[in-house]
């Protein structure tokens, strides 16, 4: 019974991707369609991605690279401003989750080795925020961003300009509060962090291929054979390693959100909401049910693409459950701070509601122009 306590607790979502999709095959019954639910080239995508991801954290690619980044900066400010925008960059590269579970746990070693712990609330939100706001540029960025971004179809280009404005207005905003972070003197250690030269350079030729499968130059059963293939020769232990629960509440999402759409009293529902005005809809689901269903739910109830690209990335800011990646960032922060839950949540709160409110505000001059 702890075991399955314990199971639930880590994932809450993944359980409750499970009890919707079989509450809803009840209503709908199984049948030959279920075939044809699954998008098996936006899961191999994320698990490609996720696969080298994990390798070249097994080699600490990542804490190596971020700390010589770090090492330049002399005071607070600085450091902090190079924490998030490490985090920032990194969405944009490994996606949001993966980039939250490498560089908060940085976060919390440069605060806590220099006496710093007293940001640390503000230094995990905006990293979060870094996180989920960074990743909206790219197609591998966000989860949400690889389904989308095959679902429709959506050309590159067309893609990062949709995604651009509230991007750039993102890393203007996160620079602002980090401008307000006082220049206090601090220091690290130097910490000698070898790797082996010849994984690096085959992990980021892996990981090059993982990023040709997402922008359709290559298949992605080339990249579903070859990624698995050399990672078990070279470093079995990064396939356990990786995120599995994502890539099955995926699934169960799938299934979910397919037999929503076959429930005529729901379609009917949704379809007029989305009507009328897809963005402001999705981003209000997002603080719901989480960024990651609302776009595979969303999708098949509307052919508007452009703002429910912009919704739900957008709305993975917001509350807690808004995002998968604000859950990884509160699980971290609380085993480190348990009795600061509350103060926590309500900073969080703060900044994450006034990043929305400033982006859907853009998004609503933008397309009244």
Known sequence: MEKVKSFVSKNAVLCIAIVAAIVTSIIVGVDKEYLTYLDFKTLTCLFCTLAVVCALRNIRFFYKLARKIVLFFKNSRACILALVYITFIGSMIVANDMALIIFLPLGYYVLTSTGKEKYMAFTFIMQNIAANLGGMLTPFGNPQNIYLYNKFNIPTLEFVKIMAPPFLLAVTLITICCLFVKKEPLSLEREKVSM???????????????????????????????????????????????????LFTFVFFFIFARNMGRIDIVRNFYEALLNKNTLIFSILSCQVISNVPSAILLSQFTHNYRDLLLGVNIGGAGTLIASLASLITFREYTSHNPDKKLKYIGLFSLFNFGFVFALTALELVIKNL
């Open 196 to 246: 082996p030269i010849n994984k690096v350079v085959v992990y980021l030729l892996l990981f090059a291929l993982a990023i040709a499968v997402v922008f359709r130059g290559i298949h992605y059963l080339v990249g579903l054979i070859v990624i698995p293939l050399v990672i078990l020769f070279m470093d079995r232990d990064a396939l356990k390693k990786v995120d599995y629960s994502l």
